[in-house]
T-cell receptor
Framework: AQKITQTQPGMFVQEKEAVTLDCTYDTSDQSYGLFWYKQPSSGEMIFLIYQGSYDEQNATEGRYSLNFQKARKSANLVISASQLGDSAMYFCAMREGFKEAAGNKLTFGGGTRVLVKP | KAGVTQTPRYLIKTRGQQVTLSCSPISGHRSVSWYQQTPGQGLQFLFEYFSETQRNKGNFPGRFSGRQFSNSRSEMNVSTLELGDSALYLC????????????????FGPGTRLTVL
């Protein structure tokens, strides 16, 4: 079964509007972390935002916010006031377990391509 | 602070050859993870090295191997290349441990794009 599912392969968004990217996950761990990364055409993965499974408040970082619904196992990314530079692939990822031995393995979703229209 | 560097950035090889990719982590980081990105399989975890020891391994054949040196620089090697090994190989560095509740952010390099002909 897919551990991270991103159901939107691609989206268009008008400049200055908000966009929500969906992410659902599957894990039996109680401790886990959820990440969103941006990948421009250059290929480098850029960290956007993090949500821990025990965090009670939704994470926010500038124009990025994470709508975390633990019971539904969803962690949607909201980008407010879209800019042309936001055009990129966006990946949701999960790290299961917080023990040192678990290491840093990230499991990624398939990604959503966002194109911002002027 | 310098970011994660990967060399070479582009590589073309033929089937059956072997290849070595290099990753230099951010200064002070002790963990290096490797990922393979292909259009068909997406981003997949290869392995992670922490303090010169492999800490975690993904589901890849034994043709894929890696190592980490005492300065935390890491190399990955792919032997007997196959067409399906064509991919963007990304490495990510992090402190490697959870400091004071930190989620231990991973910083990615620009990747090495490998083409196998």
């Amino acid at each position: 079964a897919q551990k991270i599912t991103q159901t939107q392969p691609g989206m268009f968004v008008q400049e200055k509007e908000a966009v929500t990217l969906d992410c659902t996950y599957d894990t039996s761990d109680q401790s886990y972390g959820l990440f969103w990364y941006k990948q421009p055409s250059s290929g480098e993965m850029i960290f956007l935002i993090y949500q821990g499974s025990y965090d009670e408040q939704n994470a926010t970082e500038g124009r990025y916010s994470l709508n975390f619904q633990k019971a539904r196992k969803s962690a949607n990314l909201v980008i407010s006031a879209s800019q042309l530079g936001d055009s990129a692939m966006y990946f949701c990822a999960m790290r299961e377990g917080f023990k040192e031995a678990a290491g840093n393995k990230l499991t990624f979703g398939g990604g959503t391509r966002v194109l911002v229209k002027p | 602070k310098a970011g994660v560097t990967q060399t070479p950035r582009y590589l073309i090889k033929t089937r059956g050859q072997q290849v070595t990719l290099s990753c230099s982590p951010i200064s002070g980081h002790r963990s290096v993870s490797w990922y393979q990105q292909t259009p068909g399989q997406g981003l997949q975890f290869l392995f992670e090295y922490f303090s010169e020891t492999q800490r975690n391994k993904g589901n890849f054949p034994g043709r894929f191997s890696g190592r980490q040196f005492s300065n935390s620089r890491s190399e990955m090697n792919v032997s007997t290349l196959e067409l399906g090994d064509s991919a963007l190989y990304l490495c990510a560095s992090s402190l490697g441990f959870h400091a004071g509740g930190s989620y231990n952010e991973q910083f990615f390099g620009p990747g090495t794009r490998l083409t196998v002909l």
